[in-house]
Nanobody
Framework: QVQLVESGGGSVQAGGSLRLSCAASGYTYSSACMGWFRQAPGKEREGVATITTGNGNTYYADSVKGRFTISRDNTKNTVYLQMNSLKPEDTAMYYC?????????????????????WGQGTLVTVSS
């Protein structure tokens, strides 16, 4: 079964940290573009960070640069999002996504329409 399963969301105070995980299964993980996206209530879904699982190249939205880090563990078919210095405006449902047919990511893949496989989401709430 082809799927992405997220975990690690929760509630934290401003300035705190969380780490999200996304476990991929059912497809060739080793060469794909994967990423994290988020959607706050009443807002459109937006790209947060993407990573090429093959060479590890990463791309970030300006709003999270210097605070969030995307990484992968190819032995576990898992992508992570380390979120530090969290702000109330980071509150959102966070989704893991993949384009299984793209060998490489680029800044273009921060656009959600480029991704074709989605997880169910995990909620992150940051209080002030």
């Amino acid at each position: 079964q082809v799927q992405l399963v997220e975990s690690g969301g929760g509630s934290v105070q401003a300035g705190g940290s969380l780490r999200l995980s996304c476990a991929a299964s059912g497809y060739t993980y080793s060469s794909a573009c994967m990423g994290w996206f988020r959607q706050a209530p009443g807002k459109e879904r937006e790209g947060v960070a993407t990573i090429t699982t093959g060479n590890g190249n990463t791309y970030y939205a300006d709003s999270v640069k210097g605070r969030f880090t995307i990484s992968r563990d190819n032995t576990k078919n898992t992508v992570y999002l380390q979120m530090n210095s969290l702000k109330p405006e980071d509150t959102a449902m966070y989704y893991c996504a993949a384009d299984r047919y793209a060998r490489y990511c680029s800044y273009a893949y921060l656009n959600p329409v480029r991704m074709e496989l989605w997880g169910q989401g995990t909620l992150v709430t940051v209080s002030s």
